[in-house]
């Protein structure tokens, strides 16, 4: 499986934007999205079972963030909304096939697209 990810950039506190991440190669089942602020660890922020059903937010962004996915582009996305300043960080794609389990700890994930920054102006 290769992913890559896009739709990062610059954005005003409390706007909104979507990041895609198009997957090629083998099929998976589950697919999440990361990510990692500059002197921190890469932390959850969703995910969501492929073939649709059970969806896991971070706390942080739960409410104001959406995963989906589009079957026949192969495409996941994170929608994020009244974004903040502390959004800031590099995100990441992943993705995983050994079962339906929503992980939350990226070592559980074994495929990784190369990030995209987004950068929240306050």
């Known amino acids: 499986v290769q992913l890559q990810a896009s739709g990062g950039g610059l954005v005003q506190a409390g706007g909104s934007l979507r990041l895609s991440c198009v997957a090629s190669g083998r099929a998976f089942s589950v697919y999440a999205w990361f990510r990692q602020a500059p002197g921190k660890e890469r932390e959850f922020v969703a995910a969501?079972?492929?073939?649709?059903?059970?969806?896991n937010y971070a706390d942080s962004v739960k409410g104001r963030s959406t995963i989906s996915r589009d079957n026949r582009n192969n495409t996941m996305y994170l929608k994020m909304s009244s974004l903040k300043p502390d959004d800031t960080a590099v995100y990441y794609c992943?993705?995983?096939?050994?079962?339906?389990?929503?992980?939350?700890?990226?070592?559980?994930?074994?495929?990784w697209g190369q990030g995209t920054q987004v950068t929240v102006s306050s």
């Open positions: 992943a993705a995983h096939n050994r079962n339906n389990t929503l992980y939350r700890r990226a070592t559980e994930y074994t495929y």
């Open positions: 969501s079972i492929w073939r649709g059903g059970r969806t």
